[in-house]
């Protein structure tokens, strides 16, 4: 089982990264297509949008079918439409093919997470899922990284077409391992369920807090994380090379928090992961925002990594146990509020950018996911999940 969550991890630090590749590239896609940054962020909006919907159809699906096996069809199209990227004419053009990549990647983060659920005893889970999550930091980490470094050396059209063999070699991998998947459910079930069953989620006090969280946490932290490679670029002067290197600090905050997951877990609790996660958060986007000079986003960034990984990977434990019959789609819902969260968020975020400037943006993202955390440690699902 061991050898198939590394694999699974494989696959989905491809994912991420791909998905996170065009964040600091929004500057040199807004000179190219002669918009503003905050205009350029909408190549991120329409990949977040995209994931969120889709991930409502995928869970169902891999109840139904199989989850590795749906990971590996839609990484087989998700391959085509990232190399696809790498030849828009336009802004719209490159929204929209991002857009496609976003529906084709929907299924392979979520879906491994449920597949953990049904094969990990929950005491046992959070630490599993800590342990797959690596190869998501690390996706965060190279995928901002060599989108910074790369387009300082190839343009950011190149970029689109290395990731999109880097995918279809991640299908490839998945594909080998389909033939032992075991359902977990009967074959019909899922499908005629899936509608009521996203209705009582939404219904259930303990569920609907795991769900608002998602939310909020995608608004704030996924939205300004967007912006962060622009202002180290426009404020701060950096190359994208420069700017690439500074993210990765994002990502070796979240490989400490996986390195130590148990110890942490042990210490401080679901309740304190939580608070605690909110608290560096806040701290971290506020100081990106405020800070006159580069360095202390460095460092505000590792911070940002581990206080997001406190929080989330807590969350995401939570959330495979709304539904355990069917964490495909239960999982999934939570994903969906999590990438609306992300959609709005890039949106709303950019537009204040343009607006009023770094520093009230990060700062009122850093503001809403601090009061997260604190709100969310007396939550009823937390208590009945301990």
């Not at 590996?72 to 490159?94: H, I, K, Q, R």
């Not at 420069?242 to 996986?258: I, Q, R």
């Not at 969260?341 to 537009?351: C, R």
Request: include cysteine; aromatic fraction near 10%.
């Amino acid at each position: 089982m061991s050898a198939l969550v590394i694999a699974l991890s494989l696959a989905g630090f491809i994912v991420v990264a791909c998905m996170r590749v065009s964040d600091p590239l929004l500057p040199v896609i807004a000179e190219d297509f002669h918009v503003s940054v905050g205009q350029a962020g909408v190549v991120v909006t329409a990949y977040a949008v995209a994931y969120g919907l889709f991930l409502l159809a995928y869970g169902p699906l891999g109840d139904r079918y199989g989850k590795l096996r749906v990971i590996a069809w839609t990484l087989t199209g998700a391959s085509a439409c990232v190399a696809a990227c790498a030849f828009a004419t336009s802004l719209a053009m490159l929204a929209a093919l991002r857009f496609l990549t976003g529906v084709a990647s929907a299924a392979t983060v979520p879906l491994a997470i449920a597949w953990i659920g049904d094969n990990v005893s929950f005491e046992h889970r959070q630490r599993s899922i800590a342990r797959y999550m690596s190869g998501i930091i690390f996706g965060q980490m190279l995928g901002s990284a060599l989108g910074g470094v790369l387009a300082d050396w190839f343009g950011w059209r190149a970029i689109f077409l290395i990731f999109g063999a880097l995918t279809a070699l991640a299908a490839a991998f998945v594909w080998s391992r389909v033939r032992g998947e075991v359902l977990v459910l009967a074959p019909r079930a899922p499908l005629r369920q899936a509608g009521q069953r996203y209705l009582e989620l939404i219904r259930d006090p303990r569920a609907a807090d795991v769900l608002t969280s998602g939310l909020v946490e995608g608004f704030c932290v996924f939205g300004g994380l967007a912006y962060i490679g622009a202002l180290l670029h426009v404020k701060h002067g950096l190359s994208f090379t420069l700017v690439g290197l500074c993210l990765l600090a994002y990502g070796v905050g979240g490989l400490v928090y996986s390195a130590n997951a148990p110890v942490i877990l042990r210490f401080l609790g679901q309740r304190g992961m939580l608070a605690y996660g909110g608290v560096l958060m806040a701290w971290s986007l506020i100081m990106i925002g405020a800070s006159p000079r580069a360095w202390p986003c460095v460092l505000a960034l590792g911070v940002l990594g581990f206080g997001f990984y406190l929080m989330h990977n807590t969350l995401q434990t939570l959330a495979t146990e709304m539904v355990p019959s069917a964490r495909g789609t239960s999982f999934g819902l939570f994903a969906f509020a999590l990438f609306g969260g992300q959609a709005l968020g890039v949106a709303a975020i950019g537009w204040l950018i343009d607006a009023q400037g770094y520093t009230i943006a990060l700062g009122l993202a850093g503001t809403g996911v601090g009061l997260l955390g604190l709100w969310m440690q007396s939550s009823p699902a937390v208590a009945r999940q301990r």
